[in-house]
């Protein structure tokens, strides 16, 4: 992988991160103020929704360095040592950790009393979605699960390669 493109994407990566911390101090918090503001209903259920909504942003966070420290590695053509199966390993707990916050909501919605000023679809669309991000995180989840295990075999083979050569 060339090095330009490394760099590149881990200014992704590092804008991405940037990105999510303003959201964490800026948007999520305001955004629930503002909503609290226009439906005073909302605000029972403002902090666990803003809680959830920062953790969920933190686990992406993680991923991104992760994926950074992993594009590292492919820059210096040093995927297949076994450093590489750490961060794959935090990268598997930030997207199993966003499912568990996806699913938390999802029993939130399904169990908790959530007033909506309509009809409550946006609600049964909350509702949707965070069993849909479960679901989706766990087979992302459960794909890179396998990636590491063929991680694990290729440099288990590389040592085994070098001490034949």
Known sequence: ??????????????????????????VIPTTAADEAELFPPYESVRVPFVVLAIVFVLCLQVLAVALGAML???????????????????????IASGGVVLAVLFLYITFGDIPSPTDGMEV??????????????????????????????A??????LEQIV
Do not use: Y
Not at 127 to 140: D, E, L, N, P, S
């Open 124 to 153: 049964l669309g909350l509702w949707m979605g965070a069993a849909a991000g479960t679901v989706a995180a766990a087979g992302v989840a459960l794909l890179v699960v396998v990636g590491r295990h063929w991680l694990r075999r």
């Open 1 to 26: 992988m060339s090095r330009a493109l490394v760099i590149f994407l881990q200014s992704l990566l590092a804008f991405a991160v940037l990105c999510g911390l303003f959201a964490q101090v800026v």
């Open 72 to 94: 590292q590695k492919a820059g210096s053509d040093a995927v297949f040592e076994p450093g590489a199966v750490t961060w794959t390993n935090v990268a598997i707990g930030a």
């Open 155 to 160: 440099i288990a083979q590389r040592v085994e």
